[in-house]
């Protein structure tokens, strides 16, 4: 069955002081990989979309790598409006287009 | 896009009652998905429809939910004789077959069971 497993579950920085977070999956075959940003109380809002191992997305202070084994999600610089929960989701290939998730890294970023 | 929207966006019912959520997709978006989420927790994916058919539910779905999308747009989340257990963020996402995969999500509906 397919699984998602994130670390850390919670991570406080400063301003400015860089990390990763890490997304660790197992599947038979992977059709995509996920990252979501979600504010309490909200739905989660759709970061990137990583398909192959090697592949590489960035947006603006975020960077998403993936391997066949893990995803990272690199935040440089970061800022207190990077607080957020960040979601791993992982599509895989047997059976329909079924998303799974895992629990989420809480991130407290402190001015 | 006019994003996916849900109502109620609260929802507080005594236990035993039922309740019924709605959620619309994405204009023109024929997939569409039901996840259930309690505090720190991720989405737990509920059910899944491709255009109107319903084409998986998860095993630990109780029989006491149910879910539809009868011409294939809008879709409703019904929750029959509900227990404090099924307190959580009902959240709704959509995605076109044809655009990739990735899903958009809806505010969410939070149920509360008192």
């Known amino acids: 069955e397919d699984q998602v497993t994130q670390s850390p579950e919670a991570l406080r920085l400063q301003e400015g002081e860089s990390s990763s977070l890490n997304c660790s999956y197992t599947v038979s075959g992977l059709r995509g990989l996920f990252w979501y940003r979600q504010d309490p109380g909200k739905g989660p809002e759709f970061l990137f979309t990583?398909?192959?191992a090697g592949e590489e997305k960035e947006k603006e202070r975020l960077k998403a790598t993936l391997t066949k084994k893990e995803s990272f999600l690199h935040i440089t610089a970061p800022k207190p409006e990077d607080s957020a929960t960040y979601l791993c989701?992982?599509?895989?290939?047997?059976?329909?287009?079924?998303?799974?998730f895992g629990t989420g890294t809480r991130l407290k970023v402190l001015a | 896009d006019t994003g996916v929207s849900q109502n109620p966006r609260h929802k507080i019912t005594k236990r035993g009652q039922n309740v019924t959520f709605r959620c619309d997709p994405i204009s023109e978006h024929n997939r569409l998905y039901w996840y259930r989420q309690t505090l720190g927790q991720g989405p737990e994916f509920l059910t899944y429809?491709?255009?109107?058919?319903?084409?998986?539910k998860s095993r630990l779905l109780s029989d006491r939910f149910s879910a539809e999308r009868p011409k294939g747009s809008f879709s409703t989340l019904e929750i029959q004789r509900t227990e404090q257990g099924d307190s959580a963020m009902y959240l709704c996402?959509?995605?076109?077959?044809?655009?990739?995969?990735?899903?958009?999500f809806g505010p969410g509906t939070r149920l509360t069971v008192t």
């Open positions: 989701a992982v599509c895989g290939t047997s059976g329909t287009y079924k998303y799974i």
């Open positions: 996402a959509s995605s076109h077959e044809d655009r990739g995969l990735k899903q958009y």
């Open positions: 990583l398909y192959s």
């Open positions: 429809f491709q255009n109107e058919a319903q084409l998986e």
